[in-house]
């Protein structure tokens, strides 16, 4: 029972690193992106219904706002009972997501993690973590270069793809992502593996782009852990993302991430994405 207690805790320690993945790519031309997605997700580890989430994210002509909730249920809530939410807010550019604020809260067998950050420009101007990480001989120290030229979590699953052309093909995988969530630096990179097809119980039918993901830690971690170990020699971690209506951006329908104890899924079962009626410029209303 020990054993499987401790494994499932790797479970989630690897499933928050890489379900924060992906990247943005800068826009080309001014197309407007405006678009809302209401989804629901199940996490099961080989099969066995383990945690379930939800996700709200609203996108502006000038800025977006994202919020997610989730808990454990079933065999995990026995070993590992918990339960989360994280946020995050900031403009957009051209289509371009620009973070400006993230927090995050984690909450396992009564003990408390937040995290929350201010970024401007790509850079964390200012952050906190609660508790801070306890010292470690090995762990890669974060340095200010660290906080440079990256993004949060949350907004790293927003996936810009630039252009007019095809939204779903082979280049909205490739990419990789500078992520800093508060306790490690660490970069996400997706290729393209293929095309496949998924149907939610309510809301989306369709095509989706499916993309391997590599895990490459830079600072924060201590490399002698085993999960980090497991994460970064991982070459079976994959991600399926959907379009989002009336944007040229694309989010996580389904994660799947092998694991000792089986394959671990997080998957939509709601997908509803609306665009919004873009503003009308005052000099073409009628007078």
């Known amino acids: 029972m020990l054993l499987l207690r401790v494994e499932l ?37 080989s099969g066995i219904p383990i945690g379930r989430g939800a996700w709200v994210l609203d ?31 900031g403009n957009v550019m051209n289509g371009q997501p ?27 101007k200012q952050y906190t973590v609660t508790p801070p990480p306890p010292p470690h001989p090995e762990r890669v120290p974060i340095t200010e270069a660290h906080r440079r030229s990256v993004t949060d979590p949350m907004t790293a699953s927003l996936i810009r793809v630039s252009g007019n052309g095809d939204l779903l093909g082979p280049d909205s995988c490739q990419r990789s992502t500078p992520i800093f969530d508060g306790r490690m630096r660490y970069d996400l990179q997706l290729v393209f593996k293929r095309m496949d097809k998924v149907k939610a119980e309510k809301g989306y039918e369709g095509p989706v782009v499916v993309c391997s993901i590599s895990f490459t830690p830079l600072a924060g971690y201590i490399p002698g852990r085993t999960v980090i170990k497991y994460l970064v020699n991982q070459r079976d971690m994959e991600v399926w993302l959907a379009p989002v209506a009336g944007t040229r951006v694309l989010v996580p329908f389904r994660v799947s991430i092998p694991t000792p104890l089986g394959q671990a899924v ?22």
């Open 98 to 124: 620009i973070p400006r604020n993230y927090a995050a809260t984690i909450v396992a067998d009564k003990k408390k993690d937040e995290v929350e950050m201010v970024l401007e420009g790509g850079t964390v």
């Open 266 to 287: 997080l998957e939509a079962t709601q997908f509803v994405s609306s665009d919004m009626p873009r503003p009308t410029p005052t000099s073409a209303k009628t007078q």
């Open 9 to 45: 805790q790797r479970f989630l320690s690897a499933t928050a690193a890489v379900l924060a993945f992906a990247a943005t790519l800068p826009a080309a031309g001014h197309a407007q992106t405006q678009g809302k997605l209401d989804a629901r997700y199940t996490a099961t580890l």
């Open 59 to 89: 996108i502006r002509q000038d800025q977006y706002t994202a919020a997610a909730s989730g808990t454990t249920t079933g065999l995990l809530k026995v070993f590992a009972s918990g339960s989360g939410t994280g946020a995050a807010a």
